[in-house]
């Protein structure tokens, strides 16, 4: 089955630096590949995801990139904030079902104000 | 718009006892997945129920069981409890099973087992 690799597990910066976060998978049938948000205490939300027939996609401060050769994908957060600690998953899927996730361990953002 | 419910939020049951917990999909989604979220294991999924029907199933023993309903809540069973049954249970909800719908998850339900 699908397997996710997530790194790094924990990733401190400084606010107004950027943070990036890279997952790789192993299906090279997968082909859906969402980034969730979760707050300690608090359930994941969806932040940004991208399909296998787009190679980047922004929103805001926030941007995501696939390489489907090599397959890896990775989160980028530019200006961060101190209100972006949280811990971040990726997650891959199969054309099976979008609502079947393979997620990694996550990492965990500390921003320091 | 009403996001995802689960209940109860907390659970305490010991070794042995079976437990049912709940979920109540966004309004118009029919869609409903269940996943496990352990510090050890993170997010691990469980299964998938579309129109009353489980359309897919993580690896997980035979002791953990769900079903949905007509107006698409879901019901998840876990049946002679173990202590590595401890978990955080999400549920999250899509409009249906294309492209263009993103997971919405719940709260939770946090399971302790004693």
């Known amino acids: 089955g699908e397997n996710v690799e997530q790194h790094p597990s924990t990733l401190s910066v400084q606010e107004g630096d950027s943070a990036v976060i890279k997952c790789t998978y192993s299906d090279s049938a997968s082909n859906y590949f969402p980034w969730y948000k979760q707050e300690l205490g608090k359930r994941p939300q969806l932040i940004i995801d991208i399909r296998s027939n787009v190679g980047e996609k922004k929103d805001q401060r926030i941007a995501v990139t696939l390489n489907k050769t090599a397959k890896h994908f990775s989160l980028h957060i530019t200006e961060t904030q101190p209100e972006d600690s949280a811990v971040y998953f990726c997650a891959a899927s199969l054309n099976s079902g979008y609502s079947t996730l393979t997620f990694g361990k996550g990492t965990m953002l500390l921003v320091s104000p | 718009k009403a996001g995802v419910t689960q209940t109860p939020r907390y659970l305490i049951k010991t070794r042995g006892q079976q437990v049912t917990l709940s979920c109540s999909p966004i309004s118009g989604h029919r869609s409903v997945s269940w996943y496990q979220q352990t510090p050890g294991q993170g997010l691990q999924f469980l299964f998938e129920y579309f129109s009353e029907t489980q359309r897919n199933k993580g690896n997980f023993p035979g002791r953990f069981s769900g079903r949905q309903f007509s107006n698409s809540r879901s019901e998840m069973n876990v049946s002679t409890l173990e202590l590595g049954d401890s978990a955080l249970y999400l549920c999250?909800?899509?409009?249906?099973?294309?492209?263009?719908?993103?997971?919405?998850f719940g709260n939770g339900t946090r399971l302790t087992v004693t």
């Open positions: 999250a909800s899509s409009r249906d099973r294309g492209p263009n719908s993103p997971l919405h």
